[in-house]
């Protein structure tokens, strides 16, 4: 699966999800954001696997969920506010 988001008027908010699946994406999706917006760490941990690894930063840094967890705040305050474009989903299996 690929998900692109571009820099346009409309958000995932008014996206017309086009199926089960792509419903199922833009939910988890905008639980991430409102929960980043809202400071709710917990929200933003519980759409994230246990085992991911995450890459943040322009160095591109690998994390684990749990190092992600303790830097949220210190992101947070670098990132800021989070509002997703409307996405451009592609189904598939990723070879």
Known sequence: MVLIFSGCVATLKDYNAQ???EQEIKTILIKWQDSWNNKENEGVLSVI??????????????VSK????????SRRRE?????????????????
């Not at 085992?51 to 322009?58: F, L, V």
């Not at 990132?79 to 070879?95: F, L």
Request: proline share 7%.
């Open 79 to 95: 990132v800021g506010k989070v509002t997703y474009g409307e996405p451009i989903i592609k189904s598939g299996v990723c070879t």
């Open 49 to 62: 696997h246990k085992n991911a690894k995450i890459m943040i930063g322009e160095e591109r840094k690998i």
């Open 19 to 21: 199926s089960p699946d």
């Open 66 to 73: 749990k190092e992600y967890g303790d830097l949220i705040p």
